[in-house]
C-alpha cells in the first residue's frame, strides 16, 4: 500500500442572496476514503468589522419560535441587514421601529434553529467572519457532518509599492487587519502568486514611513504594484475520511452582516484540501 498526496480545490461565491441560507458547494471527484492533511481557505471578504452591539429580550413572556418582532429599550442600536446571535440562534434583521423599541427579524438563519428565548435573553450582533461545515454525502445532515471550522478571521488588501525579488517586505494601501505573526499570505499575481508566512506586521505606528507594513519569514518573488493579497486560514488536525460517494460536500456561511455596497457580487472563498490517497501498487 502507498499513499500519494493529492491537492482538491474549489471557488465558491456566496451572494447576497446567501445571507441567511448560506451558499453550498461540493468538490468532484474526491477520494471514498483518505486522510484529509490540511484545508486552506482565502476569501475577499474583510470579516471583524461590524462593532459589537448588546441588547436584551423585553418580551415579558420572552419569545417562541415563531415570534418574529422582538421588543428591546435600545433598539436603535441594531440596522437592517444586522446578523445577531439570539443566544445560541442566529437571525436577521429586516426592520427597526425606534418610536416602539421593537425590531423584526427573520428567526434560525445560517444553519441554526429558531427556538424559545426568556425575557432578558441577550441579543448580540455578529461579528464572527466565515463558517465552513463539510459533509461526506448530499443530505448534508448536522449528524453527518465531517467537520465544522468556525471564527475564520478572514481580510484581503492590495500592495502599495511594488516587489523586487527576495523582498521580505509588502506594503499595503490600508491597515492589515487580523493579520498577525505566523499567519499566512496568499499573493495573486497570475502565474507568479505564491503563499508566505508573516514575520510581524505595523499596522499606525508613530513613524508613518512604516504604516500598514507586513514583514515575511521567507524571500518573495518580484511583483508589480497593486496586486490584491488575501489571508490564507490553515486547518491542520488530520481527519479521517471513509464512506464518500465521489464528491465531498460543504455549506459556507459568513456569520457577520454583510454589506451588498462592499460585496455587490458578494463574496469569494478558494477552498483547498489536501487529501492523502492509499492505494495498492
Known sequence: IVSRPQTFSTTVTHAMTDVNSGKTFSIPNFPTSCIIKEIRVRSNFISGQQNWRAAFVNNANGIVPTDASIQCLTAEIFDVGDSIYIEDEMAYVSAVDVANSTITVTRGIKGTTASYHNFGARMETANDGIRLTFFKNSSRKLSDRLRIMKDL???????????????????????????????????????????????????????????NTIYMTDPLLAHVTNIEVQKQMIYDIPIIFSGGDGNLYGTI?????LDSTLYPSGITATIDIIAENFYTR
Open 253 to 257: 456561511f459568513v456569520d457577520e452582516k
Open 153 to 211: 478571521m478572514s481580510w484581503k488588501g492590495n500592495t502599495n509599492a511594488a516587489i523586487i525579488a527576495s523582498d521580505m517586505v509588502i506594503k499595503f494601501a490600508s491597515s492589515p487587519l487580523s493579520v498577525s505573526k505566523y499567519d499566512f499570505l496568499y499573493l495573486i499575481d497570475g502565474g507568479n502568486s505564491e503563499r508566505a508566512s508573516v514575520e510581524g506586521t505595523n499596522k499606525v505606528v508613530a513613524n508613518a514611513t512604516y504604516n
